[in-house]
């Protein structure tokens, strides 16, 4: 990849993102992949992957159980924060992004899982997200009775499932580069804007 310079970055981190992910989208497979990292109430540290379900001015939005290990983790950790890596191999590209979280409202949530398909709006309601079952048998048991539940008639949202918004305080561009020189910028609040700062590989 060509060299990443400061006069070729845009002002706002989350139009720099748009750029990148419009480009990603186009050459990486599931380039909406993320690795979510958080805390637990004893401060130690967790990560696992989630899918980016939206991007604008207020932040990065995701979705998940609201009773799973995750979410337990976003809403009490002290700080209150968590922070998001996504990585595009096939561009040599990373995002790193830290800020704070809060729950997408009722509605935005609700406006999302009206677009996923039928089996996932089932297996919303038939998981028990992160806690431990004795089968393989007694989750498909679950999964049909959410089909049966359902049959004649449309899968609502539970209340237990919505989605999360993370406000970032820094974003990060990670370009890859010969020799272990790679090119790095972060963003960081800076009242109303952003600063931006070059850093070492």
Do not use: C
Not at 163 to 179: D, H, S
């Amino acid at each position: 990849m060509p060299a990443l310079r400061r006069e070729n970055l845009a002002a706002d981190p989350i139009v720099q993102f748009h750029e990148w992910y419009v480009h990603a989208r186009a050459e990486v497979p599931l380039a909406e992949a993320m690795t979510l990292a958080t805390v637990d109430a004893d401060g130690a540290p967790d990560a696992r992957m989630v899918l980016l379900k939206g991007v604008d001015d207020e932040g990065f939005r995701f979705f998940t159980n609201y009773e799973s290990e995750k979410a337990e983790q976003l809403e009490t950790a002290p700080g209150g924060g968590a922070a998001l890596v996504i990585y595009w191999r096939e561009l040599d590209r990373q995002v790193r992004v830290r800020g704070a979280i809060e729950r997408l409202s009722a509605a935005e949530s609700d406006a999302y899982f009206a677009t996923r398909p039928h089996e996932s709006r089932l297996a919303a309601w038939a998981s028990p997200q992160s806690r431990s079952v004795d089968s393989r048998d007694e989750l498909d048991d679950r999964l049909a009775a959410a089909a049966a539940r359902f049959e004649r008639a449309n899968v609502p949202r539970p209340d237990h499932w919505g989605g999360y918004l993370l406000r970032p305080r820094t974003i990060e561009f990670w370009q890859g580069q010969v020799a272990r020189m790679h090119d790095r910028f972060r963003y960081s609040r800076d009242g109303e804007g952003w600063r931006v700062e070059r850093l070492g590989p």
